[in-house]
């Protein structure tokens, strides 16, 4: 099989990247290496496996290119994106281009290219908004849903909220109507929390690895909102495993849309990833604290039956053990973080 992995040098991207080389497919990496860390994923990938193709390239910009990976390749998976709500709201226009045009390009160079290829889409929870007519309660630690015991299901209606929202909505109802319009085999993954080895986080988006990293570098760290935000974690080993699934279903799966976290069983608050990694790290974070950000959830937790369901998927890593493997790969690799971030 030949795989595009759109987005590539990222977190998610190089991990699928690497999943799929490893198996021995053939592999395309498409990325712009603007994002932190993305040199070093790409180091890392092309040190595992000689024979992945680098392409750089941007999907606002580059369509020729675009064109001509998206001919060869039997999967596309995009992962392109603008990932954080803070970002969008300082630079809207950026936000849209990236996420919604960027999306609307890669859809394009499949609908046009002959072979028609598999498209699979990392959405966000984040078209659901701020599900303020989604009763929670809270409690010591965290909030909790109250109606909601298996999480929030596909069937919540969407509500974009913030720029981000607003992008990564757009593109997310694109592909799922360039399947039901244009024929093509495309699924939507509205993904909570995703963590896991090779990634860079930052304040603004990925929260798991940018806490863990700032405890491992003792680096201050604030919390947005009161951090009793919760979210279902899904590490990525069992993130790319669920995107292989799913293809393999493919016949059932095309043109569908499934909410993919860890569920109910795997969920956490900024407060208590705090007391973890003051165990792991046998030091004290002492987070500053600041306003709520917009469009933030109290919780986020997905409903994942449908993916069961449909192609026999759920997670195997839970929360404990996934903190503890991030962390001690953080360990391991400290003065990569370190050359990254200083």
């Known amino acids: 099989m030949n795989v595009l992995v ?12 690497d ?20 040199t070093e994923n790409l180091h890392w990938l092309t040190s595992r496996h000689s024979k992945i193709e680098v392409v750089r390239g941007d ?23 603008q990932v954080a709500v803070t970002t969008s709201v300082a630079n809207p226009r950026e936000d849209f281009e990236i996420n919604a045009l960027g999306t609307f390009n890669i859809l394009e160079a499949v ?20 599900m303020e007519n989604v009763k929670t309660v809270e409690r010591d630690r965290r909030y909790e849903y109250v109606d909601l015991p298996m999480g929030c299901s596909e069937e919540q209606p969407l509500d974009f909220h913030s720029p981000y929202g607003c992008s990564k909505g757009a593109a997310d109802q694109y592909v799922r109507d360039y399947s039901r319009i244009y024929g093509l085999r495309t699924v939507v993954f509205r993904q909570s929390c995703i963590y896991g080895y090779r990634q860079f ?22 919390i947005y909102g009161n951090g ?58 002492n987070p500053k604290y600041s306003a709520w950000r917009p469009g933030d959830q109290p919780v986020f937790i997905c409903d994942i039956r449908k993916a069961k369901r449909d192609f026999g998927w759920e997670p195997k890593v839970g929360v404990k053990e996934g903190v503890q493997l991030l962390a001690e790969w953080v360990k391991k690799n400290k003065m990569e973080f370190e050359s990254i971030y200083f």
Request: net charge neutral; with cysteine; proline share 3%.
């Open 6 to 17: 759109i987005g590539g040098a990222g977190f998610i991207g190089c991990n699928t990247a």
């Open 111 to 130: 609908r046009t290219s002959p072979n028609k290829p598999i498209v699979i889409f990392a959405s966000t929870n984040k078209v659901y908004g701020g």
């Open 228 to 285: 009793k935000q919760v979210r279902d974690l899904l590490f990525t080993t069992d993130l790319v495993e669920m995107y292989d699934r799913a293809i393999q279903r493919i016949d059932v799966t095309s043109g569908q849309v499934y909410n993919i976290g860890g569920g109910p069983e795997r969920t956490l608050s900024l407060l208590e990833l705090v007391e973890m990694l003051e165990e792991q790290f046998g030091i004290k974070m």
């Open 59 to 81: 999907i606002r910009r580059n369509q020729r290119e675009l064109e001509a990976c998206v001919a060869k390749a039997d999967v596309v998976f995009h992962f392109a994106a």
């Open 19 to 38: 999943y799929y080389a490893q198996r021995g497919d053939g592999v395309t990496v498409f990325d712009n290496f603007t994002r932190k860390g993305t």
């Open 201 to 222: 986080g930052v304040e603004d988006q990925g929260w798991v690895a940018h806490f863990t990293i700032s405890a491992a570098l003792g680096r201050p760290v604030t």
